[in-house]
């Protein structure tokens, strides 16, 4: 079983700039990609950025060149670095871990999602 938990959000002015955080734990063997998604009221989730685990990293269009995904000191745990906030970011952002987890003694893979945080940039 994996556990995941985000951090960070929060109210912030147009312009500005948060630090969200994703701490996965539990019964871990390896994890295989990390991401950060987001749901505005009335909409689809949406992806915002991935890292795998071989290094590559996508971001949506509108994260380019204003977010960054970085894994952390402590390897199950990933931030998301957003600047120049806009209105439009406005959203929950979720944590999303794609990782092999010890199941009834053997490892399985899974998709695991955390509660998300509420990132509110007002217009």
């Known amino acids: 079983q994996v556990h995941v938990v985000e951090s960070g959000g929060g109210l912030v002015h147009s312009g500005g700039s948060l630090t969200l955080s994703c701490e996965a734990s539990g019964s871990i063997y390896s994890i295989n990609a990390v991401g950060w998604y987001r749901q505005a009221p009335g909409e689809e989730r949406e992806l915002v950025a991935r890292?795998?685990?071989?290094?590559?990293?996508n971001y949506a269009d509108f994260a380019k060149g204003r977010f960054t995904i970085s894994r952390g000191d402590f390897e199950n745990t990933v931030y998301l670095q957003m600047n120049s906030l806009k209105p439009e970011d406005t959203a929950v952002y979720y944590c999303?871990?794609?990782?092999?987890?010890?199941?009834?003694?053997?490892?399985?893979?899974?998709?695991?999602w955390g509660q998300g945080t509420q990132v509110t940039v007002p217009s």
């Open positions: 999303n871990v794609v990782a092999y987890s010890e199941v009834g003694g053997t490892y399985r893979p899974g998709d695991y």
């Open positions: 890292l795998t685990s071989g290094g590559s990293i």
